[in-house]
């Protein structure tokens, strides 16, 4: 995986088009860009339990993620809404098509993890649009170099120095010394951020919610790579040259994404 | 299934107590009826895939199903922010205890099936809770009369005439001249109420509204059969004499609950 030769182009591409997105698209193309992102990192994410033989209603699945986003879009359209009109129309979809005792078999692991799939991936992640649609782009860019800084210290001090394992079966190769090391990084990169874009926001919660934002990524990457582990395999996809998929380079946002957009709706920064 | 002896009184007990809950209680202690009910199917429904050795994760599950429930009850908790407190609550849980190789395989179908039955159960039947909360005890009677009724003239009709299978997995004895039946019963069981309770309303908002909740039901059923298919089971529990567990008869409900709510939100009966 750290294959600096292929891994450096692709996270140059991918950070100017990460830029380009967040600091000069109108609400509605960044809506769509993150759009792009769900559907390529919900593909891969039911593409997973196939390799298990466990087949995911892909169509449904889109449809749901669709809902979900929809319900972040428009102000009316509340979740609860766009949960149930999914729930009607998956309800009649599978009782009017499941003919063969195989289909039964498989059909609650089949919806549960199409229903799963899509709030995993797509409910999540449009908080980046609720972020930035609701407080601006720079406070995208502070959670975005939080989790990326952070994620990246830990990797690079955690193979300089790392000597005690954290979770064995969920990211084996993780240790104590790269998480201190990834906190450390995840402040100092949080409160560089809040010093140059955001100066008008208080520095202790910078730090506060730095440390509360990479806490939750480093649980919300090896939670991710428990399905790929389930699955047998170690990237989600090859698509990024030296990064594997969409969702492995999403994954620590998952839960870093929404609890920023939280912490900014109950507590705020300034 | 069709025991008179043991279902008659089991029947008279269950209709006296939906009474005074839905007529006398106050509002909160409605919302705990309600819960009494979602907690006692979730059981039946996490206890299904048991049967073929997925073990969903039951803490976790009531949990999900409780916060769901909270975001009904309290208005400044949004179904968001109940389900992300949850996923942050399981992600912590599982990257933390999952340590062996068999936890990792079965995960992905356990997290799934613990999140999907939490929604398949909680969020649908809370809306029970809405409907008296914001409409009144007399709109609840007239969603359990249609459900009920249509249910029983489907059953009892499709007994006597039944010619044509409708669909063989999920409801083997289902049949077209039961539906048609089902479907008149409904709706004179909805004029009667509207006539009786809801004069304030229109009558063809009535019959509509009779149409789309016994056509719903009549889906909500089936899709609850096939998850007892599926674990191989033909009542969901034997807790209720003659009528089986209480996701046996709350199944119809289901779909047809939420949807009579939407309905009356977004179009009204008067």
Redo the contacts between chains.
């Keep these: 995986m750290w294959n600096t030769r292929k891994r450096l182009p692709t996270a140059l591409v991918l950070i100017a088009v990460v830029f380009v997105c967040i600091q000069y698209f109108p609400s509605l193309g960044f809506f769509f860009a993150v759009q792009f992102i769900i559907l390529a990192s919900l593909s891969e994410f039911y593409y ?2 196939q390799k ?1 033989n ?1 087949i995911t209603n892909k169509v449904l699945g889109i449809l749901l993620a669709s809902v979900i986003s929809l319900s972040f879009y428009f102000q009316w359209i ?4 766009a ?2 009109s999914w ?2 129309l998956a ?2 979809y ?3 098509s ?4 195989e ?7 089949s ?3 199409t ?3 899509a ?2 991936v797509s ?2 992640l449009n908080h980046f649009y609720l972020i930035r649609e609701d407080y601006g782009p720079f406070y995208v860019y502070f959670l975005l170099i939080i989790v990326i800084v952070g994620d990246s210290g830990a990797f690079v001090f955690g193979k300089l120095f790392g000597r005690h394992k954290m ?4 990211s084996p190769k993780k240790t104590w010394e790269g998480s201190v090391s990834g906190l450390i990084s995840a402040c100092l990169g949080g409160v560089l951020i809040q010093q140059i874009l955001l100066d008008e926001t208080l520095l202790w919660k910078a730090v506060l919610f730095s440390i509360l934002l990479h806490a ?1 990524a480093q ?2 990457d ?2 991710e790579s ?2 790929k ?3 047998g395999v170690k990237d989600s996809a090859k698509i990024l040259p030296g990064h594997g998929g969409f969702l492995d380079r999403i994954d620590s946002h998952i ?1 870093a994404a ?2 920023f957009y ?1 912490l900014l709706l109950l507590i705020g920064m300034d």
Tied chains: 1, 2.
Excluded: E
Excluded at 78 to 81: E, F, G, K
Excluded at 103 to 109: A, E, T
Excluded at 167 to 170: E, F, L, S, V
């Design positions: 997973l339990p298990k466990i509340s979740l609860n809404l949960v149930f729930f009607l309800g009649v599978f009782v009017a499941i003919k063969t005792l289909k039964v078999m498989v059909f609650p692991r919806i549960a993890l229903f799963f799939g709030f995993y409910f999540t979770t064995p079966m969920a939750v649980v919300s090896p939670l428990l399905f582990r389930a699955a839960l929404p609890l939280y």
